[in-house]
């Protein structure tokens, strides 16, 4: 026993009398190499690979396939404008007066703070590296406003040796260490190795550079292909100065249509038609637009369908584009609860920071269907369910119905119980099995089992292969009226054991 951890005699053998002090160190440390002149180079492989930093990406966005598929995803980040703090609480508890005016003064502050601009250079942080983002404070009584957020050039900014952020300006060498309160750093994917993070555009630099290649060789082939030849049949034994003062003479025709060819014998002159398409170079440039959509947007369909698109591929790849800004939108979010936590450092330490946070609109589709089944089960909604889908009283009456009886047989089956459910379990069962009621023969009078499957599931997904694997004999409406009752079925009875549990811990 030593410092009430349990040790072997191993232990002791191989670390010495006194082996946890081993453990406070850090074993694995950076070379000093790393930090030559206090400053860890970009380790950004391509950029490397050129010779360049990161200023010769912002020259890509002049190309029209990076510009519009950088737009086309940071838009999707950048259309959700509701978003909020919350003041900081402990779970379960709520937030006290210190933590509700420590959120209450940081979003009075930021109102005059152009939060879309600010949002838009924290979305180019996947594309260009890190985007630095000042804290401009202004003291006010005993505590510090903000009264702006500027993102700075990234250029002027570095990290050390140990990671950390150090500001060197426009041509200095080497830098110093930024304060921890001064500056929001948002980083794309960075590791100990690259603090700098992941830059997405330094992978486009060689698809742009070919695709740039491809296009002008495009234009050269159809300058010399894509017009038709004059080809003029000089006299056999013309000379020299003849045939010049002929192919002068064609050149002027290209031009003005009109020629007068010299010679002393008959001249023949006809129009040729070039066959070549150019496909070659064309096929480079597609290419090289395709590799850069996938860099960017991690897809190619949802800008270009092309001649083998299908509107399910074309919804797979949207929804890849999905992820990709909610990745975005966890950067935003990041950023503005380092900028929270920074406040709270400065203003109140010993309060709970506030938390920023999203505001997603409520899935009123979901609603409906989860509707739907309530009301196969029996459910029978009054005006305030309605209203909740933003319906105003004139615009739906409610009718008086009465719930459905259950089928006598169904009713019969349940009256003896089951010793492997509680009554409550039970009562479940018989709404599942009232769901069920004009479902296929596979699954008619199998509540029962449908809830313990549901028991057994560890989510969504599993439920369904489970009730895939128990019913195979299910056309499609059958397992589909299976799963949304198991689903119900499995929520009424989640809330039912929260509220048994609720009441036996008051």
């Given amino acids: ?40 180079p970009d380790p950004d492989p391509v950029l490397r690979e050129r010779g360049d930093d990161g200023k010769v990406l912002e020259d890509l966005t002049a190309d029209g396939k990076v510009c519009s598929s950088i737009q086309g995803r940071k838009v999707k980040t950048l259309n959700k404008r509701d978003y909020k703090f919350t003041p900081g609480k402990e779970e379960g508890r709520e937030p006290t007066p210190e933590a509700k005016r420590l959120c209450d003064d940081l979003t009075r ?44 050039p990234r250029e002027w900014f570095v990290f050390d040796g140990d990671g950390a952020l150090c500001f060197r300006g426009e041509e200095a060498v080497t830098g110093d260490k930024v304060h921890p309160f001064k500056v929001v750093l948002s980083r794309h994917f960075p590791t100990y190795k690259n603090p700098y993070g992941l830059r997405l555009l330094s992978r486009c630099l060689f698809p742009v550079a070919f695709k740039r290649g491809g296009i002008e060789f495009l234009m050269r082939f159809a300058e010399k292909f894509g017009m038709p030849w004059v080809v003029g049949e000089a006299r056999p034994g013309s000379t020299p100065a003849e045939r010049q003062d002929m192919k002068a003479s064609l050149a002027a025709m290209i031009r003005d249509a009109v020629a007068v060819v010299s010679g002393g014998a008959k001249v023949h002159i006809e129009s040729v038609e070039g066959k070549a398409t150019g496909g070659l170079h064309l096929s480079i440039v597609n290419y090289m637009d395709a590799a850069i959509a996938q860099i960017i947007q991690g897809q190619t369909l949802t800008q270009e369908i092309g001649s083998t698109g299908s509107y399910a591929a074309s919804q797979t790849h949207y929804n890849v584009l999905t992820d990709y800004a909610e990745a975005d939108q966890t950067l935003v979010v990041t950023a503005m609860n380092d900028l929270a936590w920074m406040y709270g450092q400065v203003n109140a330490p010993d309060a709970l920071t506030p938390v920023f946070s999203y505001v997603e609109p409520e899935d009123l589709e979901q609603k409906a269907k989860l509707g739907r089944s309530l009301y196969a089960l029996g459910a029978r909604f009054k005006e305030p369910y309605f209203e909740s889908f933003g319906l105003t009283s004139e615009e739906f009456s409610v009718a008086s119905v009465e719930a459905p009886a259950s089928d006598a047989g169904e009713s019969a089956m349940f009256a003896a119980g089951d010793d492997r459910f509680t009554p409550d379990q039970q009562a ?38 489970l009730l895939l694997e128990a019913f195979p004999d299910l056309d499609d409406g059958d397992f589909q009226a299976a799963v949304e009752a198991a689903q119900v079925a499995a929520d009424l009875l989640g809330r039912y054991a929260v509220r048994l549990e609720t009441g036996r811990a008051g």
């Fill in 1 to 40: 026993m030593s410092d009430g951890l349990w040790l072997d005699k191993k232990t002791f053998v191989e670390f010495g009398a006194t082996p946890l002090a081993g453990l406070l160190g850090e074993v694995a440390v950076a070379p000093a190499s790393w930090g030559l002149l206090g400053i860890l």
């Fill in 109 to 152: 502050d930021l109102e005059r703070v152009d939060l879309y601009n600010l949002f838009s250079q924290v979305l180019d942080t996947p594309y260009f590296g890190p985007t630095p983002t000042e804290i401009l404070w202004k003291r006010e009584g005993n505590r510090l406003r903000v009264r702006d957020l500027i993102p700075k």
């Fill in 428 to 465: 479940v069962e018989r709404l599942v099995a009232e769901a069920l009621k004009d479902g296929g023969r596979a699954v008619h009078d199998q509540a029962g089992r449908i809830v313990d499957l549901m028991v057994r599931a560890a989510s969504w997904e599993d439920a369904e292969l």
